[in-house]
């Protein structure tokens, strides 16, 4: 959507909400369903609002008679565009001097419809709030913009969590996540056996390094930095080829913990390029952190490879830390030959399980 389309939007819904009232908070009635006519997303409306198809890059338009209003655009999903740079590239647009949107307030992840979501907050002119949702599927993506009077935002803000809730992306946007975070297996024993009682356990936690994680007894801790941890099977063993391994990165360039997350993406993919060969992604995706009501978005990707003749699979999450900690992210990579990585993938699973992202001290040690 054009700078000149937003705004003149923007100016058409303030006067309607300098003359609003603020409503209380009711559940609303629904009202008119909209279908796209090609891509056969629904949403449905609160009764009392109306739905404008202005055209061009906008599919509808929301106005309320509360004082608020919603424009909805879709598009097909460019290849390998994350959330997060889709974010990037709207806020380039509509966020700095004399533009839509002045001052970001704050950033989370949340699930829209089951998807995987950015939510923007943001200040704008006239004394307006916005809200920016993002949202991807297989085949398309969504982006909801939200405005309402700064005084009144709050009191609006859950019609619009409605309307979100009443939203349904088209067919084929929802494919079933091969890996749920949050549902590791139960952990296997380290060694021969197949199945048996769960093993003991022992916790790695510096807080440094902002994190905390359990693993089986048997297995060894290398340092090969200061800022990484290296978790294997004992040395004699099958296991100790199965590492999992955790490292924070904070690129110099980056100055979000979400731009260091994508660097250090980005990164990583090229150093298959240079350092292995015959490699093959087979699966690539979003990834979502949720504990102790710290929700982040994250990326994943599951890849075979050979490197020094023998041939591997990994399974890596790149997840950035709150935006408060700075620009830093985490890296977890469970890696083992092709031959052992089902075998020993539960205890790497029970270790992302374990995974708690806390506080990162900053103090010397």
Not at 84 to 98: I, N, Q, R, V, W
Not at 139 to 164: G, H, K, V
Not at 283 to 302: A, H
Request: hydrophobic fraction near 40%; charge should be negative; proline fraction near 8%.
């Amino acid at each position: 959507m054009g700078s000149a389309r937003l705004q003149a939007w923007a100016a058409s819904l303030l006067v309607l909400a300098c003359a609003a009232v603020p409503a209380a908070r009711a559940e609303p009635t629904a009202g008119q369903t909209f279908e796209h006519p090609s891509r056969h997303y629904t949403v449905t409306i609160p009764a009392d609002a109306r739905i404008r198809e202005p055209g061009g890059t906008v599919d509808i338009a929301i106005d309320s008679d509360k004082g608020y209003g919603v424009i909805l655009q879709s598009a097909d999903i460019g290849p390998g565009a994350s959330i997060s740079e889709m974010a990037a590239t709207l806020e380039a647009a509509y966020l700095g001097p004399d533009k839509a949107w002045n001052r970001k307030v704050r950033q989370e992840v949340t699930l829209v419809a089951g998807l995987v979501s950015y939510n923007g907050h943001y200040e704008g002119e006239g004394g307006a709030s916005y809200r920016v949702v993002i949202t991807r599927g297989q085949i398309n993506s969504y982006t909801f913009i939200f405005r309402a009077r700064t005084p009144f935002f709050p009191q609006m803000e859950p019609e619009f969590d409605w309307i979100l809730a009443n939203f349904k992306p088209a067919p084929g946007d929802l494919p079933p996540m091969p890996i749920p975070p949050g549902q590791a297996k139960p952990v296997a024993p380290v060694g021969e056996q197949a199945a048996g009682p769960m093993p003991a356990t022992r916790r790695f936690a510096e807080r440094h390094l902002g994190y905390a994680v359990d693993y089986d007894a048997g297995w060894i801790v290398e340092r090969p930095s200061a800022e990484a941890v290296m978790l294997s099977g004992p040395e004699g063993t099958d296991a100790f080829f199965a590492t999992v391994s955790f490292q924070n990165v904070a690129p110099p360039e980056a100055k979000t913990a979400v731009q260091a997350a994508s660097m250090a993406m980005d990164d990583i993919l090229a150093q298959f390029e240079k350092q292995a060969t015959d490699v093959v992604f087979e699966r690539r995706g979003p990834y979502i952190y949720s504990k102790n009501d710290m929700l982040l978005l994250g990326q994943e990707f599951v890849v075979a490879y050979v490197q020094a003749e023998q041939r591997y699979r990994q399974w890596t999450l790149v997840v950035p830390r709150p935006e408060s900690d700075g620009a830093v992210a985490h890296i977890w990579s469970y890696r083992a030959p092709v031959d052992r990585f089902d075998r020993f993938r539960p205890a790497a699973e029970a270790i992302l399980q374990s995974w708690t992202i806390v506080k990162r001290e900053t103090t010397n040690r």
